[in-house]
């Protein structure tokens, strides 16, 4: 068990991607991001499968063969494209509404930063994004933007394309919104 590192990891994270919501002038998203990681179904598993360099979930998914605390989190946190996926649904992949997308790109961010540590740079983000293996379940047009947003991100940096102008053209350009 290792609770105080896990709880330095969430907090570091957390308060990256506020920084990077607030900079993207999205002030209550930044306040309320990941939240549910300090609730226990959360915040114990993240302490018995801490790593350091990648998600605990991961860990425990591949002890017990699924995440509990994964289902807990993306089913209460909305910038997280799972959250918006239905199987069910003719529209298996919704178009997610333009503040969760900016959180998503934050909490993006933010969570190769935290795990990449001194590895990360502006090249890496794209990279980090792209070896999900779960890119198949987010809305086309949202991934677009996302690839596009972090190849931009090499040429014009975080605060480049944290710019609220920025953002709101590139969620029009490809949602239409």
Not at 28 to 37: A, I, P, R
Not at 106 to 121: E, F, R
Request: one cysteine or more; aromatic letters at 16%; a positive charge.
């Amino acid at each position: 068990m290792h609770p105080w590192l896990h709880f330095k990891t969430i907090t570091r994270h957390k308060l990256l991607v506020m920084h990077y919501c607030f900079r993207a002038g999205l002030y209550k998203q930044g306040l309320l991001h990941d939240l549910s990681k300090y609730e226990p179904v959360e915040f114990l598993v993240g302490c018995k499968y801490y790593q350091g360099d990648r998600s605990p979930n991961n860990a425990e998914r591949e002890d017990t063969g699924i995440s509990k605390s994964w289902l807990h989190h993306k089913g209460r946190n909305k910038h997280h494209f799972e959250y918006w996926y239905d199987f069910n649904s003719p529209l298996k992949t919704p178009v997610i509404p333009y503040k969760y997308v900016v959180e998503l790109i934050c909490d993006n961010i933010a969570a190769s930063k935290t795990y990449l540590k001194d590895k990360w740079n502006l090249n890496s983000q794209l990279n980090y994004f792209l070896n999900r293996k779960d890119l198949k379940y987010i809305n086309p047009k949202i991934k677009d933007m996302l690839i596009n947003v972090y190849s931009d991100m090499i040429d014009i940096g975080i605060d480049g394309v944290l710019n609220k102008k920025y953002l709101k053209y590139m969620y029009k350009k490809y949602v239409g919104e």
